[in-house]
């Protein structure tokens, strides 16, 4: 394609012979605003006679040159305008991959509103039931739809609220119709589905007809959040059969006598929040990952008889708030289980009832354990150290655990002590408690004291031998040069065990007063130890307002 050759028209201007000066318009006024008349008026005259001509003449060139400016703009904006689709036509964009523009479309979905939260909206809910911001990238152009309407990974995130439903402003049968198109369009692709099903929602018909809907798509089901006040529905059933992809149930429901979940072959992984005694009828035996949250929880062994029930789970989380409760003496029996992975998110205004709880375990092949507060904003448990030296002994940690983290209020002697019987120990990762200035001495964890029994001396590292990746959150109420010390020992010790291994820290610390600062020099010696490939680390400040 050629451009076309074309040549800008010269206008040759001509100018009045009856133009004023610049000086003659300024007497002009000044006559004018004083009201005196010239003694000779034939050049005004003359002026005002010649004057239409003198116009005239100007405004023929002026509307010939309007109408050629107004050529060369529509010109010049349709040339823009070709340009741009010239270059959209070859933008990078364009040569984009269905999968690739597949992948950036997922990464556009709103995964904050598919959550079952409190606070949504109708308008939230209604976006989501139609997935609209998938309907509005289709609308870019031709392309984008085909792909966006024809990909049904992009429409197999389904999320339900009825609690909302009644002050939505979309009339019911849209709101289904915008579902069944979701569905629809996912064909047989696998489904996440989040339903939160309320009693308050006083259409039980719809209710019934929403979830028969969801039910006939059972045989795509592959992560499952289900939330409910109410009782078991009796409409929810689903054929024999029909669970083959399901993998991950996350319940929020007191569904005792529920069991259409039982045929589910693929299930590996379950979360429950409530009562243990209201799960519905579940394939214990192949749940591989299990996490239960509870509370007003008055003995012992009632969350742990969930340990029973997943008795080939690899994986426990239990969140539990065990406070105003006394649990009693576990007695000789113990709840005994295979796991490898243990996370206790606990909540306990009395270090007696977490040591009873640990007193009611028995952990032969556990691999990493840890201890958290229930969530941020709840007070740290406290960490009962002769409870879990018991615990220790009993499960034989010294031959298998092979990682700790503490996040909960214990003082450096209470640590020594258990990591005495840890000599498997490799990943160790202590929080220190956030406290006010009255007990910071108290409770201080990381300490000179600890730092030296870390220490390697003669080549023997006397306490976790194995220890190649520290994370630390705390006061810096130890030495740097300690520290530092510590650092270079340890890894010439990893490289007389494994040359391969790299000694591995995160040191995280309070920022601000009465807070100090890690030295410079630490700093800087961490940071060439790194640039050597000696090391590897990570440090940051935590701001923290002590009052």
């Given at each position: ?44 005259n ?54 690739l ?67 939505c ?95 589910a ?7 429950f ?18 996490q ?45 289980s ?21 007193d ?42 092979l ?62 031998p ?21 650092v ?60």
């Amino acid at each position: 394609m050629s451009a076309k050759s074309f040549r800008i028209p010269v206008y040759n201007g001509f100018t009045s012979p009856f133009l004023p000066t610049p000086t003659e318009m300024a007497n002009i006024r000044v006559m004018s605003r004083r009201g005196i008349l010239p003694p000779d008026t034939f050049v005004l005259n003359r002026i005002i006679t010649a004057a239409p001509f003198e116009l005239a003449r100007y405004d023929l060139p002026i509307q010939t040159l309007q109408r050629e400016l107004d050529r060369l703009i529509d010109e010049r904006n349709i040339l823009a305008s070709y340009a741009s689709d010239c270059r959209s036509l070859l933008a990078p964009v364009r040569r984009l991959s269905d999968e690739l523009l597949v992948e950036i479309f997922d990464l556009c979905r709103p995964w904050g509103l598919f959550e079952i939260t409190e606070n949504i909206t109708p308008a939230q809910e209604a976006a989501r039931v139609s997935q609209r911001h998938l309907l509005q990238l289709a609308e870019v152009c031709c392309n984008w739809h085909r792909v966006i309407t024809g990909t049904p990974r992009l429409w197999s995130v389904i999320t339900l609220d009825t609690s909302v439903w009644d002050q939505c402003l979309a009339p019911y049968h849209k709101i289904i119709g915008s579902l069944e198109s979701s569905l629809r369009r996912g064909r047989d692709h696998h489904l996440t589905l989040r339903l939160a099903v309320s009693k308050d929602f006083h259409n039980k018909t719809l209710t019934r007809n929403v979830v028969n809907l969801l039910c006939s798509h059972a045989h795509r089901w592959r992560n499952v959040y289900i939330w409910s006040d109410d009782g078991p529905p009796q409409y929810l059933s689903l054929p024999s059969g029909k669970l083959g992809q399901l993998r991950i149930l996350h319940l929020n429901v007191e569904w005792k006598s529920i069991d259409v979940f039982l045929e589910a072959p693929n299930l590996r992984e379950l979360r429950f929040k409530g009562e243990v005694g209201n799960l519905p009828r579940l394939p214990w035996s192949q749940i591989q990952i299990c996490q239960y949250t509870g509370n007003n929880t008055n003995h012992a062994q009632l969350p742990l008889s969930s340990l029973l029930l997943a008795s080939n789970a690899l994986e426990f989380t239990l969140c539990l708030d065990l406070r105003e409760h006394v649990l009693p003496v576990a007695g000789d029996s113990t709840t005994s289980s295979h796991m490898e992975t243990l996370t206790l998110h606990l909540a306990a205004d009395d270090p007696n009832t977490t040591g009873r709880f640990f007193d009611a375990l028995t952990l032969p092949s556990l691999k990493s354990f840890d201890i958290e507060p229930l969530d941020d904003t709840d007070p740290l448990p406290i960490f009962p150290s002769q409870s879990f030296l018991a615990l220790a002994n009993r499960s034989q940690f010294s031959t298998h655990l092979l990682r700790l983290k503490l996040h909960a209020i214990l003082s450096d002697a209470d640590l020594l002590l258990c990591l005495g019987s840890l000599p498997r120990l490799e990943e160790l990762v202590i929080v220190e408690a956030r406290l006010s200035d009255d007990e910071m001495d108290s409770m201080a964890v990381i300490t000179d004291t600890l730092l030296r029994a870390l220490l390697v001396v003669d080549g023997i590292a006397p306490l976790i031998p194995r220890l190649h990746y520290f994370d630390v959150t705390s006061r810096l109420e130890f030495s740097d040069s300690l520290f530092a010390a510590v650092v270079k020992a340890r890894i010439a010790h990893l490289k007389r065990l494994d040359d391969s291994m790299i000694f591995d820290i995160c040191l995280w610390w309070e920022h601000g007063e009465p807070f100090r600062e890690l030295s410079g020099e630490f700093i800087d010696y961490l940071t060439d130890l790194a640039s050597r490939d000696e090391l590897l680390f990570s440090i940051a400040k935590l701001h923290t307002c002590v009052e």
